[in-house]
T-cell receptor
C-alpha cells in the first residue's frame, strides 16, 4: 500500500542546471500539491494540480519554475537554471477527489545547489 | 491578516506537563481542519482531524470554535517524543476550488 512516492530523495545540482522532482500520488488520489521548505522555516505552498490541470499556482515563482501532472505518470516539478537560493526541501502531498480530506505527504526531495 | 495564524513558539515544557496550542483562521467558509506534526527534516504527518464537536485521541484533544474561528490542540502528560512542530491546516473554498492552507507551525520542546 504505497504512500506518496517522491524521487529522488536527494538531488545535487550545479548553478545553471535543471532540477526535475517527481511525485507519484497515493493510489486513488487525484489532487497533488507541491511545497517548499527552507531550513528552520515553515512550509510554503507552491502549486496545486489535478490531472492535466493546474488549479492554483499562486505560490510558484514566476520564472524558472514549472509543474505538471500529466494524464499518465507522476507529477513533475521542474526548476530551470537553478540558483543557490533554490536549495530546500520540496514536499509533495496528495489527497483524494474530495479535498476536504487530509493530505498525505511524501518523504520530500532535498535539493542542494553547489 | 494571514489566512492561518499560529504562534511559532518555541514552547518549552517539562515532561508530564499539559500544553495547548491555538490556531486562528480568517476564512469563515473554511470547512475542514487538521493538525499535523512535523519532526526535524521530515515530512509533515497527519496527527488528527478536528471536528466541530471536539475529538480526542489518547493524550491529544482537538477543538474547533467556528464562532471565534480558531482551533486548538491540547497535549496532556507530555512525552519527550512529543517534541516536534505542530502545524494547523485549514481547508476552505477560495476562488471556486478547495484551498488548503498550512500555518507556520508551533514548535514544542519537551524537556526531561
Amino acid at each position: 500500500n504505497a504512500g506518496v512516492m517522491q524521487n529522488p530523495r536527494h538531488l545535487v545540482r550545479r548553478r545553471g542546471q535543471e532540477a526535475r522532482l517527481r511525485c507519484s500520488p497515493m493510489k486513488g488520489h487525484s489532487h497533488v500539491y507541491w511545497y517548499r521548505q527552507l531550513p528552520e522555516e515553515g512550509l510554503k505552498f507552491m502549486v496545486y494540480l489535478q490531472k492535466e490541470n493546474i488549479i492554483d499556482e499562486s505560490g510558484m515563482p514566476k520564472e524558472r519554475f514549472s509543474a505538471e501532472f500529466p494524464k499518465e505518470g507522476p507529477s513533475i516539478l521542474r526548476i530551470q537554471q537553478v540558483v543557490r537560493g533554490d536549495s530546500a526541501a520540496y514536499f509533495c502531498a496528495s489527497s483524494p477527489v474530495s479535498s476536504n480530506q487530509p493530505q498525505h505527504f511524501g518523504d520530500g526531495t532535498r535539493l542542494s545547489i553547489l | 491578516r494571514k489566512e492561518v495564524e499560529q504562534d511559532p513558539g518555541p514552547f518549552n515544557v517539562p515532561e508530564g506537563a499539559t500544553v495547548a496550542f491555538n490556531c486562528t483562521y480568517s476564512n469563515s467558509a473554511s470547512q475542514s481542519f487538521f493538525w499535523y506534526r512535523q519532526d526535524c527534516r521530515k515530512e509533515p504527518k497527519l496527527l488528527m482531524s478536528v471536528y466541530s464537536s471536539g475529538n480526542e485521541d489518547g493524550r491529544f484533544t482537538a477543538q474547533l470554535n467556528r464562532a471565534s474561528q480558531y482551533i486548538s490542540l491540547l497535549i496532556r502528560d507530555s512525552k519527550l517524543s512529543d517534541s516536534a512542530t505542530y502545524l494547523c491546516v485549514v481547508n476552505g473554498k477560495s476562488g471556486g476550488y478547495q484551498k488548503v492552507t498550512f500555518g507556520i507551525g508551533t514548535k514544542l520542546q519537551v524537556i526531561p
